[in-house]
């Protein structure tokens, strides 16, 4: 089997500070858990900033450049830079910072879809900030906007404009139909990076047999001109990254997809979780990319052609 890519997602806008201490909120935090994480065995982090005050998800050019620089300086991970930010920001939102910043490597959301996150407000008894339980309550009523021309613009204004690779998020079945246009159109060029995802409400469910589905599939449309990735929510995350490992899948994990590193016990950071993940995969016989090496797997154009 060709080497393993782990991606962290070290902080992202699904959980609230409330939910964990250890989640990374400052630029100083996200700054230390992503040199950790890279530290840990992780080739490629993916991003999203935070507001440092009160650790509202943020879009701001300026929030992401408060830590960026640093990683770049301090670390030769791919920065993954996130196009899809959280379902309240319109598209230009979402694109401020990865147009300013023009990574390697961003984040790209197949489809729209219910992205529900509002079952946690439920499980939290007392709350940081104000914003927090409106956050969450709001997506019971609320789309997750990414349509065909939404994707063409992100495909264009990172993809052919800046020339970004992307780690194509695939929350269901559809969402590689919906690729497979965008190749047929000629926006999207091999190879592919496909980041399968389970457990969202909303999304394909965290099972073992539409892990089996999702890869017969991707293989079905893009033949062997892609590469996948995992990605499981929660409870799921640890499980179904083992799975992806042995089918010779890569695997991703952090503190945005999951809070914990086992049943009931909160990670006390996000190289934990990549720490675990590597002991796994290499029990099964896989070995762990470098960032070199995932440059060279994904075809992308070096940190040094991006505007950090």
């Not at 899809?84 to 959301?109: D, H, V, W, Y």
């Amino acid at each position: 089997m060709s080497k393993i890519l782990i991606t962290c997602a070290v902080t992202g806008s699904i959980h609230t500070p409330s939910m964990s201490p250890h989640l990374p909120v400052t630029p100083e935090d996200i700054t230390g858990q992503s040199l950790d994480a890279a530290e840990a065995g992780a080739a490629i982090l993916h991003l999203h900033a935070r507001d440092p005050l009160d650790g509202r998800p943020s879009s701001s050019p300026e929030d992401f450049m408060a830590f960026l620089p640093r990683l770049k300086q301090a670390t030769g991970a791919v920065l993954n830079i996130t196009t899809g930010g959280n379902a309240s920001m319109t598209l230009e939102q979402r694109l401020a910072a990865p147009k300013r910043i023009e990574p390697e490597m961003c984040s790209l959301n197949m489809g729209s879809m219910n992205f529900a996150t509002y079952p946690a407000a439920d499980r939290i008894t007392e709350w940081k900030h104000d914003w927090e339980k409106p956050f969450l309550e709001a997506s019971e009523d609320m789309v997750f906007k990414n349509t065909p021309r939404d994707i063409a613009q992100v495909l264009t204004q990172m993809g052919a404009e800046r020339g970004a690779r992307f780690e194509f998020e695939c929350y269901d079945v559809s969402h590689l139909y919906m690729l497979r246009h965008f190749l047929d159109r000629g926006l999207v060029q091999g190879p592919l990076f496909l980041q399968f995802v389970f457990g969202v409400l909303g999304g394909i469910g965290a099972d073992p047999e539409n892990l089996t589905h999702m890869k017969r599939i991707a293989d079905k449309l893009f033949g062997e001109d892609y590469m996948f990735s995992v990605l499981a929510a929660g409870r799921h995350q640890m499980p179904m990254a083992a799975m992806s490992a042995a089918m010779g899948g890569h695997v991703r994990v952090g503190l945005e997809d999951s809070l914990f590193i086992a049943r009931g016990e909160l990670a006390t950071s996000n190289a934990q979780q990549v720490e675990k993940v590597r002991r796994i995969v290499e029990d099964l016989g896989r070995e762990v990319a470098t960032p070199d090496e995932a440059r060279a797997m994904l075809g992308l154009k070096g940190a040094d052609r991006t505007a950090i």
